[in-house]
């Protein structure tokens, strides 16, 4: 895991039979801005030394992005360290718990099916019945068209209220998500599993062991609770596991975003009164909130990993998982 304290950015600019190449690269480090720049620079001639010999597949220039999911670091500002776990504050200002070993996984609620749901194969199917059947009952193309519209919408009708009963009978989204939880437990029941609810779904921790964000174990859990696959790539990317511990700005009544409004962490921007401010603002107004409720735990719930115990407890302090607070 790497959350880098110090970022820079270089430029080299050269002619290359005639066409002016720009490249662009970041750099990082733990140790100053200096070794921040001399990597930055290290990095923009390894991209165009690769460019000038003919390698098409490197980019002149890295997405400036805080979320790590395109090869470079996490950026974003470093608020506490507990050891090797790290709490940073993200582009949108609230606090996140980035650990390398520590597994979390959430899990968004479905929603209720709604609007088109008719597959497109069926949709073609619907038409062509509506439309020759209204050709032989009334004769003209105008007709046709009509019926087929009819049909499909009348289809399309069918198809969704047939999957609202399912979602229904399943017990609605969070049944349904914890249905995913539980089976994935019955198959592996020496897995002691945390739960946690949080405004929009539901948050896994795992006790009984550490993990490598890259171990196949790993791949299992999310793809049996169906993780965000951009979370999935970040986790393997950044050889780390996130969680959120404060309230989402918006949900709390933040009406302004983060003084500045920009996508990734920046150094200059630590002590800008602005931002100051707005973290004043949002961390009073955040007192109110919790991010995720504890609500039980699966499997077998006498593996407790030691680590994993340490962070669920800073995790559960952060969150205020155990206070009867609402949810943002």
Request: aromatic share 8%; glycine share 6%.
């Amino acid at each position: 895991m790497i959350v880098p304290e110090y970022w820079a950015e270089a430029r080299q600019q050269v002619r290359r039979k005639g066409r002016q190449v720009t490249v662009r690269r970041f750099g990082w480090s733990d140790e100053s801005r200096q070794a921040a720049q001399a990597h930055a620079e290290q990095r923009t001639q390894e991209a165009l030394d690769a460019i000038l010999a003919g390698r098409e597949d490197v980019p002149r220039r890295e997405l400036r992005t805080n979320y790590g999911t395109h090869g470079v670091p996490i950026r974003e500002q470093i608020v506490e360290r507990h050891d090797d776990v790290i709490v940073t504050r993200n582009s949108y200002g609230a606090l996140c718990l980035n650990t390398p070993d520590v597994l979390f996984a959430d899990m968004d609620f479905e929603l209720r099916p709604s609007g088109w749901v008719l597959p497109f194969a069926a949709s073609v199917a619907a038409l062509l019945v509506g439309f020759v059947a209204g050709r032989v009952l009334g004769g003209a193309v105008m007709w046709g068209v009509a019926a087929a519209v009819v049909v499909l919408v009348a289809a399309n009708r069918l198809v969704l209220l047939r999957r609202r009963r399912r979602f229904d009978r399943d017990g609605g989204s969070e049944r349904r998500a914890m249905a995913r939880v539980e089976a994935f437990v019955s198959q592996h029941p020496e897995w002691h599993l945390r739960l946690y609810r949080t405004p929009a779904g539901l948050r896994v921790l795992a006790m009984h062991q550490a993990f490598e964000p890259r171990d196949e174990a790993v791949g299992r859990l999310f793809a049996a609770l169906r993780a965000d696959p951009l979370y999935s790539t970040m986790c393997q990317v950044q050889h780390c596991f996130r969680a959120r511990l404060t309230a989402k700005p918006w949900r709390i009544g933040m009406g302004r975003r983060i003084r500045p409004p920009v996508a990734a962490w920046s150094p200059e921007q630590a002590h800008l009164p602005e931002r100051l401010a707005w973290i004043a603002d949002y961390e009073r107004k955040a007192a109110g909130f919790a991010a995720c409720r504890y609500i039980g735990t699966l499997g077998d719930d006498s593996r407790i990993d030691p680590k994993a115990r340490r962070v669920q407890e800073l995790h559960d302090a952060m969150t205020r998982a155990g206070e009867p607070l609402p949810l943002a």
